[in-house]
């Protein structure tokens, strides 16, 4: 199962190509804010940017279709932005603001969205697998051609429950396409350092699982290898594994200093491999878009943005009565998702 290498570009529209570069945008842009929010102390608690990672979960959402499913673990604000949920209730959520998602009792790692088939967001590594393969069980249980798309690290590939969840998946051939978004630093430890393994993605091997090794920088590889990940599900051929090669330009999370890699290592992927610059260049380059409409976009995306951190700034607290609010379910037979 050797890892297949996009040799060329999948052909693509311009308004395509601009909607990934307006994805992207709007991710990079959204989370600079949330750090510029957090420095002043109105996010509490953990906060995970997204930033440098915007091609892969933008590409993969574009290969998906409407009632497919997204699980996650903390770093989930970009996974929230690209499957459609509003700017304004992530970012109330992010302060614990009423008009957030959770009503501002998740915060950051704990938000969900019904509506949008978006199941979080966990804060213990590697919880999301098992309860990804669950969602997908539910979709092969109710016949809906649905596909769950299950996100986690190169530090929750170590994790024993990920194999687990493996070998069941393909046992029961579910519907699941799990994507390890190897950003090379599991919190600070170097993927190096941590597994003598040259990739995660063949590890599925041992339970007859396919997958390939994907560049996550470029937004039209993820998408093209979503495409064949996603085709492979629906055909009721059982999972498949996708290791999207990407990379962080923030620390773990906002507390984490990164002083575990060089400025000049991370500045050398800002400046050669940025997967936002890379659509751009291609926009101007093949006369898709002009400077002006490309700053016509950068200036829609920061009045989102903005608005969004004025509608949580003016979003009040919740009540105390809250604190006792969701705690059980309504009813003991609730709808399948």
């Known amino acids: 199962m050797a890892a297949r290498k996009t040799t060329k570009k999948p052909n693509v529209s311009a308004e ?20 510029q929010l957090y420095g002043m102390g109105l996010i509490g608690g953990f906060c995970h940017l997204y930033i ?9 959402e574009a290969a998906a279709e409407e009632g497919d499913k997204r699980i996650t673990s903390y770093r989930d604000h970009g996974h929230m932005l690209a499957c459609g949920m509003d ?5 109330a959520e992010l302060t614990g603001r009423e008009g957030g998602y959770s009503k501002g009792k998740g915060g950051s790692m704990h938000m969900f969205s019904k509506e949008k088939h978006f199941y979080g967001g966990h804060g213990i590594v590697a919880a999301q697998v098992p309860l990804g393969a669950g969602l997908a069980f539910a979709d092969k249980y109710n016949g809906n051609d649905r596909v769950t798309f299950i996100y986690f690290g190169d530090g929750a590939a170590n994790q024993g429950q990920v194999y687990e969840t493996y070998n069941m998946a393909e046992l029961w051939m579910l519907p699941a396409v799990f994507v390890i978004e190897n950003n090379q630093y599991a919190m ?21 699982i396919p997958g390939e090794e994907v560049d996550g920088m470029d937004v039209l590889a993820v998408k093209e290898a979503g495409e064949k990940a996603v085709a492979h599900c629906r055909a009721g051929k059982g999972p498949y594994i996708l290791e999207i090669k990407t990379y962080r330009y923030r ?3 906002m507390s984490d200093p990164a002083k575990y890699r060089t400025r000049e290592e991370v500045q050398k992927m800002r400046d050669e491999r940025d997967p936002i610059e890379a659509v751009r260049s291609m926009l101007l380059t093949g006369k898709h878009a002009t400077e002006d409409d490309l700053k016509a976009i950068d200036k829609e995306i920061k009045d989102i943005v ?24 309504d009813e003991l037979t609730q709808e399948a998702p």
């Open 251 to 253: 620390g773990h999370s």
């Open 16 to 35: 395509e190509l601009k909607e990934h570069y307006r994805n992207m945008l709007l991710i990079r842009r959204f989370e600079e804010k949330a750090g």
């Open 306 to 329: 903005n608005k969004s951190a004025d509608f949580a700034k003016e979003s009040p607290e919740p009540a105390l009565e809250e604190l006792w609010t969701d705690i059980y379910a």
């Open 52 to 60: 440098g990672q915007e091609a892969v979960v933008v590409g993969l």
């Open 188 to 208: 600070g430890t170097s993927t190096k350092r941590s597994t003598m393994s040259p990739s995660y993605w063949e590890r599925g091997a041992a339970y007859g």
């Open 87 to 91: 700017p304004n209730g992530v970012m």
